[in-house]
């Protein structure tokens, strides 16, 4: 207090009685009083009363008169106490504070290092461009100097046809004037002696240098710098929140010819799947021999990318994988593609010729769309069609032999009655019989077959060839014979650009490409691995194996496309006592397979691991 508040206070009733103390006499003794001093109540007529008491009710300090006038049935208790109940509360409430500090602290430190961190990537990003910017510029640097080098050698070239012209021509010039200035100076003088002797020698030497042959007058080609495109920068600034070191990759092991997946999944920096619209994600898979597959990338939009691929061949593949332009933790995956296998699943069988029933079947065939199989009865010129498990359900009456029968890719069928006019007749699925089609091209056709584009491939008997017909016949597109080879063809199918013809007499397969050139053959006469003896039916499944009908070995042979040889199903094929002629495989990866003179179809599924 100053000195007139000091006055004032000894003069008042209510502070009169204070101890007051200079404050350069204040010991620490009178500070601890002061705090510990008791609260006076400020209420009317209780100036005389300490706050001893809480109530609980109006959360407030009050005395004992208060207690008994205005809180006589309130909850009231102890200010000592009520003090200490609260005071562990406050002390909860302090400890939660600091704790929340500390986890404030805690997250300015890793704030400050992701700050950094930042900044350290903003830098090396730019450092990265700018070392990219400068790369770019000296290849330019480069590609200016080897196009200067260019333009000098054509200037050099060039200049040097000019100057050649120019020198002949000056050569010519100059005989000219010293033929002109003989001759001149002849006629001057006038002697007629001189003309007399020199004028057969001027006379010859004039008609040799008019009839010289002048040299062409050469004209520089036009030259022009031709730029296709105009430089365009082809970098970007790519600012995610996918962390490319938590990403992940799931590579399961495949198998050969089936669509299999990659599926790569972005995250965050916590690790939590996270989806960016810039995020460039990329993905080859690559074969043993360093070929890249064929690829296709599906995006989710959720942060999961589907990449389908189908492996062709039986090998390791590997996958490399690359987030925003890093490589994944593990890239590159190995990926080990399995084979195929067939197991035999079942066989149905009637021998008779009644309806359901067969003793000499001349083909067969399997239709994509609904499974059903048909098989082509010679001895009784009906086809017949039972369901994919076997079960007889209906035939079709021809008015001839069915030499093959083949489904088109809408399930219609299509027959082959070789000795009638019009051999080839269109059938639906039902049995309704649709058109006949003009086959003009044809003398004695064998076989026949449907690729996916919907062309005929055809065998012919009668010439020796395979024929390849538009869908309604009417135009030969392709026709193929093997050199030097003067046996007829049996079976033929189309697959990825090329025809693989069956040869019996020759022991092989036979290879041509998209146009109908022989490219190679398959297999050889025997009976070892990988050799044939009168091969007959062939197909190529769904998990792009040729799969060739060897008659004679009562066996079925397994080739890649390329003609490596994979393995037979001799052990599987029901009875060696059967000897296969027709193959057909549909969508499912089902093999159907039947020979000519039995009464039993068998049919082969996927063998089990």
């Not at 003088?189 to 003309?195: F, K, M």
Request: aromatic content about 8%; overall charge neutral.
């Amino acid at each position: 207090m100053c000195e007139s508040c000091f006055q004032s206070h000894q003069r008042l009733k209510a502070t009169r009685d204070h101890r007051n103390v200079l404050i350069d006499k204040l010991q620490a003794q009178d500070v601890q009083e002061l705090i510990e001093r008791p609260v006076i109540c400020s209420q009317q007529y209780h100036e005389d009363q300490a706050l001893d008491f809480y109530c609980e009710d109006c959360k407030v300090l009050i005395c004992l008169k208060c207690s008994i006038v205005s809180h006589n049935r309130h909850l009231v208790t102890d200010t000592r106490k009520a003090a200490q109940e609260q005071k562990m509360q406050m002390t909860e409430a302090v400890a939660k504070l600091k704790a929340e500090i500390l986890l404030c602290e805690n997250e300015i430190k890793k704030q400050t290092e992701l700050k950094d961190e930042n900044v350290t990537d903003i830098m090396n990003a730019e450092k990265k461009m700018t070392d990219s910017v400068e790369e770019w510029i000296r290849d330019l640097r480069e590609h200016e100097k080897k196009m200067k080098q260019k333009f000098r050698e054509i200037y050099e070239a060039e200049q040097k046809q000019h100057e050649t012209r120019l020198e002949n021509l000056e050569l010519i010039t100059t005989q000219l004037k010293s033929c002109v200035e003989r001759g001149q100076g002849v006629l001057e003088r006038n002697i007629s002696a001189e003309i007399l002797q020199t004028n057969h020698t001027i006379l010859q030497r004039c008609d040799e240098l008019i009839n010289a042959r002048k040299p062409d007058r050469y004209k520089s080609p036009y030259l022009n710098y031709l730029v296709k495109k105009k430089f365009d920068t082809f970098d970007q600034i790519l600012v995610t929140k996918t962390d490319s070191l938590m990403c992940l990759a799931e590579c399961d092991d495949s198998e050969i010819g089936r669509e299999s997946n990659v599926v790569v999944v972005t995250k965050d920096s916590r690790g939590l799947q996270c989806y960016q619209l810039d995020d460039q994600i990329k993905v080859n898979i690559l074969t043993s021999e360093g070929d890249y597959l064929k690829t296709d990338m599906k995006d989710s939009k959720d942060g999961k990318y589907t990449v389908t691929y189908t492996p062709q061949s039986v090998s390791q593949l590997s996958v490399e994988i690359e987030v925003n332009g890093q490589a994944l933790t593990g890239s590159p995956f190995v990926v080990q593609i399995r084979e195929h296998h067939y197991r035999f699943a079942f066989e149905f069988q009637s021998r008779g010729s009644k309806v359901g029933e067969f003793m000499f079947i001349s083909d067969i065939a399997t239709s994509d769309r609904t499974g059903t199989i048909a098989v082509a009865r010679v001895d009784t010129n009906r086809i017949q069609l039972f369901s994919s498990d076997g079960k007889f359900q209906m035939q079709v009456k021809l008015d001839g032999q069915p030499s093959s029968v083949a489904f088109t890719d809408r399930g219609d069928l299509l027959t082959l009655v070789s000795e009638k006019k019009y051999k080839l007749r269109l059938f639906s699925e039902e049995g309704q019989f649709i058109k006949y089609i003009i086959d003009k091209h044809l003398k004695k056709p064998q076989h026949l077959s449907i690729a996916s584009d919907g062309v005929l491939i055809i065998t012919d008997h009668g010439s020796n060839d395979v024929k390849v017909l538009s869908p309604d016949g009417n135009d030969q597109l392709v026709s193929m014979t093997a050199p030097n080879c003067y046996e007829h063809p049996e079976c033929a199918a189309y697959h990825q650009n090329k025809f693989y013809v069956s040869y019996p007499r020759y022991h092989c397969i036979k290879v041509f490409g998209k146009t109908g050139v022989y490219i190679h053959d398959i297999g050889c006469g025997g009976s070892s691995n990988g050799q044939l003896s009168y091969p007959h039916g062939l197909v190529i499944d769904k998990y792009n194996r040729l799969i060739v009908c060897d008659g004679s070995e009562r066996r079925l042979k397994l080739f890649t496309l390329s003609g490596k040889f994979l393995g037979t199903l001799q052990g599987e094929y029901p009875n060696n006592h059967h000897s296969p002629w027709f193959a057909a495989s549909n969508k499912n990866g089902n093999l159907v397979v039947a020979g000519p003179f039995e009464s039993f179809v068998f049919v082969f599924d996927k063998k089990r691991d």
